[in-house]
């Protein structure tokens, strides 16, 4: 059966094309699509087209405003098999006739309504909503979406968007559409300086309701003078601090004014809008040793509690957020910092549904007082950006599989129609060095092409005239500044998602956004060549510099290494970016200038023999990653790097810059049973860590709860962080091996990295073409791969023994014999310290040995040779020993 599905087409303004995409399925193998015909609604047929294009395909077409247009594509194969489907459109609005309604004088809240017959049959009816401030629209009585904050996040001051709803059933003879206006990011407070009022402070709304009669006929009903303004029993809304409603206050007309407004600020809306995408049931009702009555969800979320009450008129609820309880099990919230995150209700006496309309909360655990209640009647309301889930990976580990499942939940909990640090303090912002580290992830979890765009076009408009960033975006604050990582982003995001969307559109749209950052990097270079000021956050809260140190912060890799480093790889960047728009002098120029600084950068930091100035796994990390290193210092990095990870029993000390980039580079260089360990390993520092300790996301620190349950300070202590979530990337690319030849996956790379200890690990990753799949299995000494390969595009797998086939589209499976990566053996000259980095070996060895050796006396013996400790169980110690190590060597072996 030959299948077209997931057939999309994007308007985002009328002088852009329009883009479309769609995806196959066979039960053939080799299938390869040999023509397209994409036909809208009688104004555009593009005849049939011989091509195996499918993704972004771009269409010019004049469109009119605020119309539904029914988009068709057809698509025959190499087999002469023919699918077909449809999807609908809407385009947008160019001539604004609605106002921007506030009501005369200031209020926490207010309902704007306009009543309106319809006299004739509709054949459309097409709702333009938005607000400065945050809105839901309803529409006799029925909420018209499922938006929650909408308009979302925009750099304000540039752009606003508009929602677009197609509410023809919706409409009766007579109407009421309402607007119901909170203050959100608009005037609420923001970011870490909890800033109110950054964008102004008068809340508005506006509204365009285009009807097209079946007669061909149209009327526009707009908000305008006739709009009535009350207050409603919203008495206070903040996004950080919470909500409080009077559910017995009905709305009292207030008069109201027109806001002027520059409408030429105001845009389609770019991404998915934010909805509830998924209701939890309350796991456990828990009285703390305080006595707080306190709702545990199970799990770290975002978004708000729903709860069915019947109180006492009068009465008051309040329900309080926190991520986690402290070690006597109380209800924790000091890591909020300034944001009370608290709800309030006050009771009509009815049976009443509670839950806030213009805020939201990072939490697992709600506090509730003022009312008994039944715990069935309490659910938790997760609030995402609306993306498709596109990436997973399963393993026959269940620690591991938590880790990925806490991973794919921060990266929810974080995507509120801005990539944010965390959503719980009073910070919540679009950091840029985060989302940086954790893009490419991201967009393996979850479809992210038009929440990166989207954050993109702000990131852009915001930026310095000089090609400085704000190191938040949206930005809350002035000062912009070139930091490593953080301020790369403006050129390594557009570039990841143009790999793994194979969409230029971001490239095109950023290409003089990184240029610009660029040249700002430059006046950062003195006489050395290399940049040498300005404020830089380095390897930020990694483990390796003096904790005592003020700034410890930034780890002890060297700064501006670290700086030169991202700049050296977003020159290179740029320099392919301008070979695949065509730049043919700006990808020389970027070249030589890459060039430049890498050689400046060995001359400066690197000695003769190839040692780095940091001894810190950063920087051997870096310079291996990004091909800073010559080639002839590779190996004695790589032996140092193995060093220091050994002398911290394989324990990683990385902070932002080098994590996301510490397993893939171990794992390149041939030492993926390190990887895998520094991975695996349960104990501080380490992703398993905070697992056993019961996390549910990813925490900002290592050491969020410190081994002993006390909590970190609460000063910078967020549970849901998702930057080290960034290791989900050396799962997908790595272990299950699905990385990409083309842009989009159009040519596949399928090269998977087994670990021992992972008996079983299946992935996939749904490309812009479809499904790519990855598995495989150990058995005994062969290990199973299966591979799938989506329609339309071509793979080349590749095996741990270095066979390599080159596929078609279809199921591939595979079986070899497996390779140990685990080849180290235990000898009489293995030191205790070497047992305690190597989990494996020091459960072998006190299988082997009976217990005698084992993980609480190895400690004793950490810088003494199994050969010397031998001595001491008498003459024949040594041959004991020997047989111990044989059995365990075996044991190993097969573990
Ligand atoms: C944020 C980080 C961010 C950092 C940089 C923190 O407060 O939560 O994730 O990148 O500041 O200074």
Redesign the pocket.
Known sequence: MFELNGFKVKFDSFDRPLRLWWKLTSDKSEVVQESYRIVIDGIYDSGVIRSDESVAIRINVLLDEARKYTAKVEVTNNYGETATAETTLYTGIKNFKGKFIAPKEKIESFTATKRFDIRKKVKSAILYTTALGVYFANLNGERVNGDILAPFWTSYNNTLEYQVTDVTDALRENNELSLSVGKGWYNGTIG?LCVENYYGTENAAFFQLHVLYEDGEEDVIYSDNTVEICDNKVLYNDLFMGEKQDLNKVGVKIEQKVIEYDYSKMAYQKNEPVRIIKVLDAAKYIVTPKGEHVVDFGKNITGFVKLKVKGNKGDVVTVKHAEILDKDGNFYAENLRRAKATDEYILDGEEDILYPNFTFHGFRYAEIEGIDFDINDVKACVIMSELEDTGNIETSYEPLNTLIANIKRGQRGNFVDVPT??PQRD?RCG?T??ANVFGRSACYNYFSEFFYEKWLDDLRSEQAPTGELS?VVPTIQDGKECAAI?GDVAVSLPYVVYEMYGDKTVLENQYESMRSYLFACERYIDDSGLITSGHQ?GD?LSLDRDQLTADNSVGATDLYFVANVFFANSLNIMSKTANILGRNEDETLYRQKYENVVAKTRDAYFTKTGRVVSDTQTAYVLSLFFNIAREDQRNVLVELLKENLFEHCNHLTTG?AGTPFLLLTLCDVGLNDVASKVLLTHDYPGWLYAVDRGATTVW?RWNGILPNGDVHEPS?N?FN?Y?YGSVIEYLYRKVCGIDLVNAGFKKILLKPNPINKLKKVSGHYNCVYGDIKSSYEIKDDVVEYKFTVPCNTTATIVLPSGETYEVGSGEHSYSEKRIKANSIKITLNTFGKELIANPDMLEAISQASGGLINATNVSSFKEMPLGILSKYIGENGEEIFKGILERANYLLETM
């Open positions: 870490f640090d965390c910070e950091w060095g985060d190191p953080w956050y930020w932002f900002e910078m967020s962080h930057s």
